[in-house]
């Protein structure tokens, strides 16, 4: 027991700190209502915030006092989406409540394109799609793709969706543009063609946020039910596969890189999740059981902002999770990995673990307060909040 001792008290002594903070910046507290949130694509630390008021504040995060940068009335009712132009990061999209689609000069602080009664139902989704074209979607299914230097949609659709369209999503090549209905379809619509491509079946279960992952070859979505559904690109009438788990709904997700997407649940954690093999690697932050409204990675995606409901806005730093590649023939450890937390550097916060591998034979006792983890599923850690 001695010798034990003294391997881990040595361990103590040569580990990092696996209580360090993962949040990386201040959180953001705001006494009016958060609809939206994004980076900006090119400074790693302005953050562009929606509000419920139909104002636009961005914010130097990285500063600990007076991090407001500038404050715009765009709309007359709440800003509920906002995305930038592939090819202008000083003008901003938003698309608003009132129905409306405006393009604002964010420097200038000046309006350079409107276009009022865009949908016939209020907006809540828009998004990017190269230099010149924009899609949205409302609450009533309605889908329309913009080219924005004209004032009329060059796609619409009406009536191949029942309910609200949940989220969108843009191949990388630009050919297809991805929609999740609350009735529990994947829509896929081609750009080039204006039409709709295919509607899966209905599944069982609302589809609330959409994920191009594996070099455009996997589809990921979030449902009601806590679980990923899995598409293969291209074959959009059912699912290939299914990833169970999530105690409650899948509100939100960021795809971080081909193998981890990062899941927003309505039990207040952020996971992160390698995809085939399905595995948990772990909890990124919390917001302490308040629901997980939207996550937005900065544009070198090591840090993940997320917002919940109690109108807060948490920094986490996920920079070592992009290199994260699981072996399938390792052995899953998604009971234990679910819920453990991850530290800034991806280490595990039980010293024990390293231990256990070294003394595989002899250190049963060891293992049984360590979970016995290996290389691939070690990833646990404090998320304490600053």
């Not at 694509?41 to 104002?55: C, T, Y």
């Not at 202008?88 to 964010?106: C, G, Q, R, Y």
């Not at 074959?235 to 939100?252: L, Y």
């Not at 772990?282 to 937005?296: A, M, R, S, Y």
């Given at each position: 027991?001695?010798?034990?001792?003294?391997?881990?008290?040595?361990?103590?002594?040569?580990?990092?700190?696996?209580?360090?903070?993962?949040?990386?910046?201040?959180?953001?507290?705001?006494?009016?209502?958060?609809?939206?949130?994004?980076?900006?694509?090119?400074?790693?630390?302005?953050?562009?915030?929606?509000?419920?008021?139909?104002?636009?504040?961005?914010?130097?995060?990285?500063?600990?006092?007076?991090?407001?940068?500038s404050a715009q009335k765009i709309h007359k009712k709440s800003i509920r989406k906002i995305s930038f132009p592939a090819n202008n990061s000083n003008i901003v999209f938003t698309a608003s409540k009132?129905?409306?689609?405006?393009?604002?000069?964010?420097?200038?602080?000046?309006?350079?394109?409107?276009?009022?009664?865009?949908?016939?139902?209020?907006?809540?989704?828009?998004?990017?799609?190269?230099?010149?074209?924009?899609?949205?979607?409302?609450?009533?299914?309605?889908?329309?793709?913009?080219?924005?230097?004209?004032?009329?949609?060059?796609?619409?659709?009406?009536?191949?969706?029942?309910?609200?369209?949940?989220?969108?999503?843009?191949?990388?090549?630009?050919?297809?543009?991805?929609?999740?209905?609350?009735?529990?379809?994947?829509?896929?619509?081609?750009?080039?063609?204006?039409?709709?491509?295919?509607?899966?079946?209905?599944?069982?279960?609302?589809?609330?946020?959409?994920?191009?992952?594996?070099?455009?070859?996997?589809?990921?979505?979030?449902?009601?039910?806590?679980?990923?559904?899995?598409?293969?690109?291209?074959?959009?009438?059912?699912?290939?596969?299914?990833?169970?788990?999530?105690?409650?709904?899948?509100?939100?997700?960021?795809?971080?890189?081909?193998?981890?997407?990062?899941?927003?649940?309505?039990?207040?954690?952020?996971?992160a999740c390698h995809i085939l093999p399905n595995r948990f690697v772990g909890v990124v932050g919390n917001h302490d059981g308040f629901p997980i409204h939207k996550l937005n990675l900065s544009s070198?995606?090591?840090?993940?902002?997320?917002l919940c409901h109690d109108h807060k806005i948490k920094f986490w730093n996920v920079e070592s999770l992009k290199q994260k590649n699981i072996d399938a023939q390792s052995k899953s450890k998604n009971?234990?990995?679910?819920?453990?937390?991850?530290?800034?550097?991806?280490?595990?916060?039980?010293?024990?673990?390293?231990?256990?591998?070294?003394?595989?034979?002899?250190?049963?006792?060891?293992?049984?307060?360590?979970?016995?983890?290996?290389?691939?599923?070690?990833?646990?850690?404090?998320?304490?909040?600053?």
């Amino acid at each position: 027991m001695n010798s034990k001792s003294e391997k881990i008290s040595t361990e103590e002594d040569n580990s990092e700190n696996l209580e360090e903070k993962v949040q990386v910046y201040n959180e953001l507290k705001s006494k009016i209502e958060i609809l939206d949130i994004l980076f900006h694509p090119s400074e790693n630390n302005v953050l562009n915030v929606a509000l419920i008021n139909g104002k636009l504040k961005i914010y130097d995060v990285s500063k600990a006092k007076k991090r407001l940068v500038s404050a715009q009335k765009i709309h007359k009712k709440s800003i509920r989406k906002i995305s930038f132009p592939a090819n202008n990061s000083n003008i901003v999209f938003t698309a608003s409540k009132d129905k409306s689609i405006k393009l604002t000069d964010i420097k200038q602080e000046s309006n350079i394109l409107t276009l009022e009664d865009a949908h016939e139902s209020p907006i809540n989704c828009l998004v990017t799609i190269d230099n010149w074209l924009i899609a949205s979607a409302d609450d009533d299914g309605g889908v329309k793709i913009w080219d924005y230097r004209k004032k009329n949609a060059c796609m619409e659709s009406k009536s191949d969706c029942s309910d609200y369209i949940s989220d969108l999503a843009v191949s990388n090549d630009k050919k297809i543009l991805l929609a999740t209905c609350g009735e529990g379809t994947l829509n896929a619509f081609h750009i080039r063609k204006k039409k709709l491509e295919l509607q899966s079946e209905l599944m069982d279960s609302e589809l609330l946020c959409v994920g191009i992952m594996k070099g455009d070859r996997k589809v990921v979505c979030g449902t009601g039910e806590g679980v990923i559904d899995i598409f293969n690109y291209g074959e959009w009438g059912n699912i290939s596969d299914r990833f169970p788990g999530h105690p409650s709904s899948i509100d939100c997700m960021a795809t971080l890189s081909d193998n981890i997407v990062l899941t927003g649940c309505f039990d207040g954690n952020i996971r992160a999740c390698h995809i085939l093999p399905n595995r948990f690697v772990g909890v990124v932050g919390n917001h302490d059981g308040f629901p997980i409204h939207k996550l937005n990675l900065s544009s070198d995606k090591n840090v993940c902002a997320s917002l919940c409901h109690d109108h807060k806005i948490k920094f986490w730093n996920v920079e070592s999770l992009k290199q994260k590649n699981i072996d399938a023939q390792s052995k899953s450890k998604n009971k234990s990995l679910k819920n453990k937390k991850l530290t800034a550097k991806g280490k595990s916060e039980n010293f024990f673990s390293d231990l256990v591998e070294d003394n595989e034979e002899d250190e049963d006792e060891i293992n049984n307060s360590s979970d016995d983890e290996s290389d691939d599923s070690e990833y646990s850690s404090s998320d304490e909040s600053d």
